[in-house]
């Protein structure tokens, strides 16, 4: 049985709502129908080699380790007739929503290298190691020539003829940051903004750094923008010992081109797959990571 850690709501002790909903599954799969009260306990957790029995679900905060999580359940159910107890015990999958996904893109040669990009915005599986490796179970936004738009994870993964690169992300991200990422990327589905070749545009003579004012995204643009947005660094230009990451602050050079793509921020440099100037003209926080832990889709192909 796989449980499901999606920090996608901003509700206290979310992982409790998760947790009764995967019970309350097993327990109707056995075929009981009916409860009136219910008592979630978590009687044992295992952390690699390190065992502790806490006295209650919240005192598990998120763990930046990377590592498989043994959870073994209690519910107590009472119904008009009787109270019966049910031990359930399960894996803890962390899906690292926010991550940003790259492949090959579709422009055939030269322009292929360059890349696009998408962000990991959800799961739409059931909690089952088969859904968990589904990749179509995984919700993504991406840009199409008609503006930002939901699709699923295989179009990246498995684009015929097309090498995918994999998941990354700013290394250290808490949950709740990815959580705002995600909600920032959602927000632009709604605003009318379209493509562009450029990684930003916008109405007027200068952006005023609100989502209102942007007219157009490319790919790594959506990426950068939700990032930054949220003053979470991805990609900048190297300026002597320091780099300027924030899209906000520093959109020219965001935009700049220098006749050399391997020189400027597209997709394959946003994610260092093309690094030869990594170092000395830009720089990117973004680093590899496998999309869910312990199981599950690593999120390239």
Not at 50 to 67: A, I, M, T, W
Not at 206 to 225: F, K, S
Not at 229 to 241: F, L, P
Request: glycine letters at 10%; one cysteine or more; aromatic letters at 12%.
């Amino acid at each position: 049985m796989a449980l499901c850690l999606q920090e996608i709501w901003r509700v206290p002790h979310h992982h409790t709502l998760m947790l009764f909903q995967l019970v309350l599954f097993d327990i109707f799969e056995q075929g009981v129908a009916h409860f009136w009260e219910f008592r979630l306990r978590l009687i044992y957790y295992h952390q690699g080699l390190c065992r502790c029995k806490p006295s209650s679900l919240s005192d598990q905060q998120h763990h930046e380790d990377r590592v498989q999580y043994q959870l073994e359940l209690e519910l107590e159910y009472t119904s008009s007739s009787c109270t019966d107890t049910v031990t359930v015990k399960a894996t803890a999958v962390l899906i690292n929503i926010g991550d940003a996904v790259y492949r090959e893109n579709n422009l055939g040669w030269p322009f292929e290298a360059r890349g696009h990009a998408a962000l990991v915005t959800g799961f739409l599986g059931g909690c089952s190691k088969d859904n968990l490796e589904d990749a179509s179970n995984f919700q993504i936004i991406e840009m199409k020539c008609g503006g930002p738009i939901t699709s699923t994870l295989n179009t990246m993964t498995n684009a015929s003829g097309k090498e995918c690169w994999g998941c990354f992300t700013k290394s250290g991200l808490t949950y709740s940051e990815r959580v705002d990422i995600v909600f920032t990327a959602k927000g632009l589905l709604d605003e009318g903004i379209g493509w562009c070749d450029e990684t930003l545009d916008y109405y007027g003579g200068d952006w005023d750094g609100t989502i209102a004012d942007i007219d157009d995204l490319r790919c790594d643009g959506l990426v950068e923008l939700c990032y930054e947005y949220n003053g979470y660094d991805a990609w900048g230009r190297k300026d002597g010992a320091s780099y300027n990451y924030s899209i906000l602050s520093f959109l020219d050079e965001h935009n700049e081109s220098w006749g050399f793509w391997e020189k400027d921020l597209q997709p394959a440099t946003q994610c260092a797959h093309e690094s030869t100037h990594q170092g000395t003209e830009w720089g990117t926080t973004l680093t590899s990571e496998d999309l869910c832990e312990p199981i599950g889709h690593s999120g390239d192909d």
